[in-house]
């Protein structure tokens, strides 16, 4: 008799920890133990992959189908089924018990905390007997850790950022690690029959790079069916609260979501109230006030004794009642957003292209400067990249950045190899002309589907070209491992730090400010080296580099990567207002890195961009043309 509820959140995260512990476990192994444990520990992380991102939950399916339904499941074989049997039976894994006694730490404390690893801590734990985090920052504090075999004062130091990083972006997810699941749960409300549509707002809606919860808003006339669809979803793990038009729930990867039903005739409001952020909510609020009005989530209201909603169904019209043009959401950080929004309205006969909250929008990239293939440390051969990027996410053109020769860990590019990529580009660029490049490499139906539009669209393939490019390295003088007699053949040059990161800020600005000096250099890949919740990046003055890149003519790259987008807001715009010019790449590795072009737009919005400010909306030849 099974009375457990696990749901699958709880699966996945037992199977990571199991995962952690038998990293930890390969210290003291010989290869080939080794090799067969991280053959397992992946096997492990693989599978909790898996689970959460399952709609089914996976104890009904057991229960109704037994271990064979889960053998169903992609990355489950029978070791790891027959675990999560004996967890939804019986809440325990003996296997989990057993390394945990050989290995008694708090690994919940240390399962998400990047930067410190499963291996670094097994050399931590063995001198110092370390079992939980607080403990870690202690010794750590006290100068215990860099007295450890293989360790230093700097990975001392090291450790500290990275408890005190972890510690302020703790509960806080990436938008791109986040934002299928948001699409999923926003799909699934806005078809259920009760509901007429659905939204996801907040800070997902503003599309911040990071979200502390997920609001959603729905709009129906029996709130109470919304709601038990709502908490009753697989994706929930516990509910937290619920009333008559709101929801409250905790899902399987740990973040928080909130759920408003609200009626058609309030729609606008509640999406503008519930879309934030908070100031700007509290701006528009206290406008309203000075006009005799109030707002909240259920419309725009006159104060009379009889309160009349004035406006309430779309946001546009909440902002034209208040006398300001409707604002996107990624602008609404209050930060002078609104005193633009109302001089926009006064100057509304100005043609809309020359407005400025007419930002650049979600189809203007037409091509894609910063692409790796599998000549380095990406995943795909060239053709295969230019394939998706054309046919599937509606690209002309990309340009082909493999690392450098420095960049030994990636295998990057020594100057022979970026010259016989560079003539193999040539080739597929006239094989693309020819409209033969697609034909061949593909499946039996990729290909039927492709000759069906070859016959009736002759003139796409022909557009897309190949650019030759390479992410050069930045070295630790600011000069490049590749002379400028090579990268002149290329036909578009991004430079990038990759190395030297505690180097201090005058050296580091001065390595960027050397690479954009440099003519052969047409663009800085991302620019400050940071990745979200896990490293801030070099230190950088930052309006230095602005100057110099205007003076230089030198392009600064927004890099879409979800877990970079670098250049951050507030440094967009200040290039936005510098005259200095953007770039938005993917930083693709995989074909399906190419979806992160929308985070790098979403960002460029978030910096008040306008299109004319991101070259790569420009078709290609203008763009080359454009270069320094
Ligand atoms: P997050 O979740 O930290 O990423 O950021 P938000 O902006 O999604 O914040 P959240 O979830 O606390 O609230 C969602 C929206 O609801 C927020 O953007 C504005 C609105 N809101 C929440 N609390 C208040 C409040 O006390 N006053 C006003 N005016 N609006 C609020
Ligand atoms: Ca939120
Ligand atoms: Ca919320
Ligand atoms: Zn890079």
Sequence with gaps: MITMNKTNGDIAHILRKISFLLEMDTNKKNDRQTNAINFKNRAYNKAADQIENLSINIEKLYINEGIGGLLKIPSIGRAIASKIEEFIKTGEINYYNQLKSELPINVDEFLNLEGIGPKTLRLIYDSLKIKTLDELYDAATNGKIKTIDGFSQKKEEAILRKIDLYRKSKGRFLLGEIY????????????????KRSVAVGSFRRMKETIGDIDFLAVSDVPQKVIESFVSMPEVKEILGKGSSKAFVKLNNGIDSDLLVVPEESYGAALQYFTGNKEHGIALRKIAQSKGLRLNEWGLFTLNSTENRIAGLTEEEIYHRLDLDWIPPEMRESKGEIELAKRELENTKKPREDRLLQLLGYRDLRGDLQVHTNNTDGKMAIEEMAYYAKEKFGLDYIAITDHTKSLKITNGLDEGQILDQANK?????????????????FSNEKTANIKHKKNSQRSSNASFRILSSAEVNILKDGSLDIPNNVLDKLDIVG??????????????????????????????FHPTGRIINKRDGYPVDIPKLMESAKDTDTVLEIDAHYDRLDLKDEYIKMAVENGVRLVIDSDAHHQIHFAFLNLGVAQARRGWAKKNEILNTLP?????????
Excluded at 425 to 441: C, G, P, Q
Excluded at 620 to 628: C, E, G, T, Y
Aim: contains cysteine; hydrophobic residues 40%.
């Design 180 to 195: 299928p699941l948001v699409k999923q749960i926003e799909k699934y409300l806005s078809e259920l029959d009760c509901v």
């Design 620 to 628: 290609a030849q203008n763009l080359l043309d454009n270069l320094k």
């Design 495 to 524: 430079a990038a730090i990759h190395s030297n990161f505690s180097l201090p800020i005058e050296m580091q600005t001065h390595r960027l400010i050397t690479a954009a000096q440099n003519p052969s250099i047409d663009i800085i």
């Design 425 to 441: 580009i040539s080739e597929l660029n006239d094989k693309i002309k020819n409209d033969d490049l697609f034909l061949d490499k």
